[in-house]
């Protein structure tokens, strides 16, 4: 064995010590604020320069200003606000039907043998079909009223809900099992206090996908059995050529998809928030 | 810190004839033993000779694992992990008082917080503790119970050497104010010698070698009378002079 020297350069002259030069940051650095509305002013801009010299057919892209003439047009005297509200409705009932259905099954199939063993298979073979595929069936079954339309979103909502969340109950880790049992927790209060926050994340995963299918299958039932709502007016707009309306209605939707996501999102950040202080 | 020699004759443990076999591997082959109340006792062995399906059968936890015998046991059991096991969800002092109920249990978790000393951090996120912080609060969720018998599987085997020495002098100081049966595995044969005034030795499914440490306390890891367990503790484990 040799025996261990602290390797500070030998002082040979004082001062001779190089300053220490911070290093190149590699990681990227901070973010600045609301950064990632950067990218879609950008397009925006662009949009509205290219209208703007003329460089766009007005007739296949209006110019943004056009859109949003549009839109002041329609909102004020058009039946533009009622169709909002029939398409929120919509997709708000089918949502709030599909995440109760989710959230009710994947807790009978996650915390008994017996529920598991009646849900899940019945939900695996569910999923399997296509959703959308069902229409015609359900048309049938319900008439083309709206009743059909909250169906077929609850459908596609309550799947990845109820996938998400039963993974999440399923899969609890089986060392916080361990310890339930050794503080003698009662079963209620091993599944309120452990299993359930345990499940959260999962369930937050299915929910973000529960809210995006809920769009999802709007845009499609409005676009191809509706009389009224938003898909309405822009398979009507497609009919007489009006890009303009169609963008509209596009635009609406984004904003709609957006706020819901930030919503969950939000929500999100503020349940987990034990979560942000993990370390590994 | 008044000696409990009345407890001593009371047994907290008494296990007859104990098998536990894995896919028709013995693993616990009729296992004797029995611990006195109050007793610190350390339980040395191989890794694979059975140790956490020792702790496990006493702990009650070890249900579908094929065997037979007889477990006598205290109601009131804590068990401590190698992983402090908190859960990520509950802060701190919510963990600490899990599945104690009734008025008060707040405050004996704020004053077991404290013993420890974590005083302060009850609203904390577990993952925002090191290691050693959060084996303290999985140490306070333990005692917090008051209870008859402490079994710890290697609750020091994943901290830092100076840590380690830290929580020795915090588990024994714990064990005198509160004098509850510990068993507390480990692999390390000088933490055994230095904490328990007992230790097993498992070895082919029983006791092996049952050792009385007759040191006083505090002490030291450089005591040089220590070294003679350390011998025929090593010896027992089946280290040769070559492995050294
Ligand atoms: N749940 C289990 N399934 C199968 N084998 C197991 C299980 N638990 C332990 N064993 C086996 O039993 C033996 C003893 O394990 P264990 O008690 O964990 O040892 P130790 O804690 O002393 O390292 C090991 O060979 C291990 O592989
Ligand atoms: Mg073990």
Same mark, same amino acid.
């Given at each position: 064995m040799t025996a261990v020297t602290t390797t500070t350069a030998a002082p040979t002259e004082a001062g001779a010590l190089p300053p220490v030069r911070r290093r190149r940051r590699l990681a990227p650095g901070r973010r600045w604020p609301a950064a990632r509305l950067a990218g879609p002013l950008l397009v925006l801009a662009a949009w509205a320069a290219a209208s703007a010299a003329g460089q766009l057919d007005p007739a296949a892209i209006p110019a943004p200003w056009t859109v949003l003439r549009t839109l002041g047009r329609l909102w004020t005297d058009g039946t533009l606000a009622t169709d909002v509200l029939t398409s929120l409705r919509r997709a708000g009932y089918g949502f709030a039907i599909g995440l109760a259905a989710g959230v009710l099954l994947a807790l009978v199939a996650g915390l008994s043998r017996t529920g598991e063993a009646l849900v899940d298979g019945t939900v695996q073979l569910n999923r399997?079909?296509? #959703?959308? @595929?069902?229409i015609p069936l359900f048309i049938l079954w319900l008439g083309i009223g709206e009743t059909f339309k909250v169906a077929i979103i609850a459908i596609v909502v309550y799947i990845p809900v109820y996938l998400n969340t039963h993974a999440a109950l399923a899969g609890i880790d089986s060392r916080y099992v361990e310890l339930a049992e050794v503080q003698g927790l009662s079963k209620p209060a091993f599944v309120r206090r452990v299993v359930i926050p345990g499940a959260l994340p999962g369930f937050f995963v299915g929910l973000r996908l529960g809210v995006t299918g809920s769009w999802l299958g709007l845009v499609v039932l409005e676009q191809i059995n509706? #009389?009224? @709502?938003l898909g309405y007016l822009m398979f009507q707009a497609q009919n007489y050529g009006r890009t303009d309306i169609i963008l509209v209605g596009l635009l609406i939707y984004g904003v709609l998809g957006l706020v819901s996501d930030s919503a969950v999102r939000l929500v999100e950040r503020r349940v987990l928030s034990w979560r942000r202080t993990l370390s590994s | 810190m008044a000696p409990h020699t009345e407890q001593l004759t009371r047994p907290a443990v008494r296990l007859r004839d104990l098998k536990r076999s894995f896919g028709g591997r013995t693993v616990l082959d009729g296992l004797d033993l029995e611990l006195p109340a109050g007793q610190f006792t350390a339980l040395l062995g191989r890794s694979g000779s059975g140790k956490s399906t020792l702790l496990r059968a006493i702990a009650g936890l070890d249900h579908g694992v094929a065997g037979t015998g007889h477990v006598a046991a205290p109601r009131r059991v804590s068990v401590a992990f190698q992983d402090s096991r908190l859960l990520p969800w509950r802060r701190v002092l919510d963990n600490v008082v899990l599945g104690l109920d009734g008025k008060g249990a707040v405050e004996r978790g704020r004053a077991a917080l404290a013993e420890v000393g974590l005083a302060g951090r009850e609203r904390a996120w577990p993952g925002e503790l090191s290691g050693g912080e959060a084996q303290r609060a999985a140490l306070a969720r333990a005692l917090v119970r008051e209870p008859e018998l402490l079994l710890a599987d290697e609750?020091?085997?994943?901290?830092d050497a100076l840590t380690r020495i830290r929580m020795h002098h915090l588990l024994r100081e714990l064990w005198e104010r509160h004098r509850p049966s510990v068993l507390l595995v480990t692999h390390d044969v000088d933490e055994a010698i230095v904490l328990a005034d007992r230790v097993l030795v498992l070895e082919r499914g029983r006791i092996g070698l049952d050792l009385a440490i007759d040191r006083p306390h505090p002490r030291s890891y450089r005591e040089p009378l220590l070294g003679e367990y350390r011998e025929r503790l090593l010896a027992a484990l089946g280290v040769t002079e070559d492995d050294r």
């Open positions: 399997a079909i296509p #959703t959308l @595929g069902l509706a #009389t009224s @709502g | 609750p020091f085997g994943a901290l």
